[in-house]
């Protein structure tokens, strides 16, 4: 990490620079979608160790992660639940195979939302969030 400009510390901007397994030193916008991702969540799970709070939330983070570097995070995040409480918004199946509780929003007739929660130990993963708000069987919050 540098400063693009050290000499004037208010108006500075910070440059970011990784190394990504088995490649050179590369400025961030230079790097893949997925390793990007990887070294941004490194940078906020690194902030996270340093000033700890109470909750965080992230909205799709993992999205451009392929299957080794989602278990990664995976483990992150499962290293930080026991200290904090983790709101993720996501896609992946893999990551809502994780969650304590999962809340997700469904479509009404009419087009109105409605939003839906399960807690996945009670059916069958991430997949009963979606076969309960398919068949209107939900618990509205």
Request: glycine content about 6%.
């Amino acid at each position: 990490m540098k400063l693009t400009d050290p000499e004037n510390l208010l108006e500075t901007g910070i440059e970011i620079e990784a190394k990504p397994s088995g490649k050179n030193i590369k400025k961030l916008s230079l790097l893949s979608g997925g390793e990007r991702s990887l070294t941004s969540l490194a940078f906020l799970f690194s902030i996270f160790r340093s000033r700890p709070s109470p909750f965080y939330v992230m909205d799709e983070v993992e999205a451009a992660l392929d299957d080794v570097n989602l278990q990664r995070f995976l483990q992150l995040v499962n290293e930080f639940r026991d200290e904090a409480q983790l709101i993720i918004v996501s896609h992946q199946k893999r990551t809502m195979e994780t969650a304590d509780c999962l809340y997700g929003v469904t479509m009404k007739p009419g087009g109105s939302s409605k939003v839906v929660s399960e807690k996945p130990e009670n059916n069958q993963g991430p997949n009963a969030l979606f076969e309960i708000a398919d068949t209107q069987k939900v618990n509205s919050l």
